[in-house]
């Protein structure tokens, strides 16, 4: 039981290898007052979490980073705005569309909100 929360999708372009993107978004989450505890709760509340979910079509299997994300693929709140942005985008390890997956996690409820800019 946790406080409601926001999840996004961002695509970006870096110059940036993988492990050096996770050290930049790690920092990101410390200066916002993250704190990451050795054997500390996983997926509990913070004040902030961001996830590599792919990195163009390479898997990277490493103790310190998994890509694709490993639990991507059984969350509606990562897959759905992933296909709105990337409708076309496929899984590099299963090769599969996305918006496949997204089929495939029908009981999970997302609640879409409108930003007024």
């Known amino acids: 039981d946790q406080p409601w929360f926001l999840n996004l999708v961002v695509e970006c372009e870096t110059?940036?290898?993988p492990l050096q993107l996770l050290a930049v978004?790690?920092?990101i989450e410390r200066d916002m007052g993250r704190v990451?505890?050795?054997g500390g709760v996983r997926r509990g509340p913070r004040i902030i979490d961001i996830d590599i979910l792919l990195f163009?079509?390479?898997c990277i299997d490493t103790p310190q980073l998994v890509v694709p994300h490993p639990?991507?693929?059984d969350r509606r709140f990562v897959l759905e705005p992933l296909v709105e942005i990337a409708p076309d985008i496929r899984h590099p390890g299963t090769k599969e569309?996305?918006?496949k997956s997204l089929r495939n996690v029908t009981q999970q409820r997302?609640?879409?909100l409108s930003l007024a800019t």
Request: aromatic content about 4%; proline content about 5%.
């Open 56 to 58: 163009g079509n390479i």
């Open 71 to 73: 639990r991507m693929l």
């Open 97 to 99: 569309l996305i918006s």
């Open 25 to 27: 978004l790690q920092k």
């Open 110 to 112: 997302v609640r879409k």
């Open 36 to 38: 990451r505890t050795p």
């Open 15 to 17: 110059r940036c290898f």
